[in-house]
């Protein structure tokens, strides 16, 4: 396990751009929250429309205003009412597909880059290929031998060294199975694992820099023991084991020996409760496209990505070892070590598409969807919305903090909800 209805303020962070603005409030204007480092003074907020390409808002959410861009697009300052239930961070058209809290400072990581937030001082800083990691589309952020470790979207796995400060790559020369990085995970053996579209690194020791450390696992070298080349997740079990969430099923590593389960032996919702809801999600992170010349005939493979209860996208294990699962149409799936069981829309879950898993501090399973957010606890779901402060219902990314608060991205953005509605 991993933790890492008035609106206050608003960053908008464009593909070359961050720039500080502010809600207007109950048909006033609030002041102004924040100026960009070293640009001249703004001039007064001006009432600004949604672009069309953005999601909607609600009709009850207050006009939003946005100050004119600032000449250093790259870093700044906003100050944010941290007494606002949810405050929102905008990124243009863009994605947030990964979130991580470090202390005080915010990782965010979209589909144009990193975005650095220190919640004490509300200073912003920008990272993208130009001084960070080796491509702008982040799937990835977290923490790895003291270091934020981030996967990209074809620019491989980078480290960043925050007292140097300094960047290191690792890419398919240095041992990685491939460019595309989903997750990765620093084991209590001290083994590292990486998740790339081509399978499954194991660097053991964690040592980066010895090339003859690194292993790979894929399909064809396993004897069909991970199920399908392309990992998404991974996560360490209380044995020590390593799960593993693929386009094809999950599978297990321990002691040298995998097993795998798909939706045959029960994992993921029957076709009659998937057929409920056909929309595909949205997700550029676990595109079909993305490895167009990888096989598509490992076991669980199926290529329709809109309704594949083998295609596990999220995975998270909770504090009793009990292992879950998120689906792309087979909904959430619970395994105990023996039996499956599995939750969807008919339980109250808002989609089967479940795209994120987040344990928050008081053991609730957060659950995003392409239809907004649940909370699991004590067998019942409760849903968070835009009406709740979302600022999309189809969420890509969530954490949760140590003071209690939500970080939730999806398209355009992320929604800080400090006070979660929820009983």
Known sequence: MRRNAKVAGLLVIAAGAIVAGAYVLD?????????????????????AAIPASHPALPPSHP??????????????????????????????????????????????????????????????????????????????????????????????LSLFDQDAPKWEHYGIAEGLGDAFVYDVLEASSKDVWIATGSGVNRVRGGALDERANWDLYTVANTGGGLPNDRVYRLAEGKDGSIWLATRGGLANFQNGRWKN?????????????????????SDPSHSPSQHAGQAQGARGGDA???????????????????IWAGSRGGGLARFDGNTWKNYTVAEGLPSNQVS???????????VGTKNGLAVFKDEKFEVVTMAHGLLAENVLSVTTTEDGALWVGGFGGVAHIQRPPIN
């Open 63 to 156: 006009p939003v205003a946005v100050a004119p861009p600032g000449a250093d697009a790259r870093a700044g300052r906003v100050q944010v009412d941290p007494a606002r239930p949810y405050t929102h961070f905008r990124v243009g058209n863009n994605s947030v597909i990964a979130i991580y809290g470090d202390g005080n400072v915010m990782w965010l990581g979209t589909s144009a880059g990193i975005v650095r937030f220190d919640t004490v001082t509300r200073e912003f800083r920008k990272y993208d290929a130009h001084d960070g990691p080796r491509a702008n589309g982040i799937l990835y952020l977290g923490k790895l031998q003291g270091k934020i470790s981030v996967g990209t979207h074809g620019g491989g």
């Open 27 to 47: 048909g006033k204007e609030d002041k102004r929250v924040g100026d960009v480092a070293s640009t001249p003074k703004a001039a007064p907020v001006r009432q």
């Open 356 to 366: 994120t898993l987040n344990f928050d501090r008081n053991g609730r399973l957060w």
């Open 304 to 322: 329709k990505a809109d309704s594949n209860p083998n295609h596990i996208a999220a995975l998270e294990i909770g504090e009793d070892g009990k």
């Open 261 to 281: 389960w798909i939706h045959a032996a029960g994992l993921g919702a029957s076709y009659k409760e998937r057929s409920r809801e056909s929309t595909p999600m």
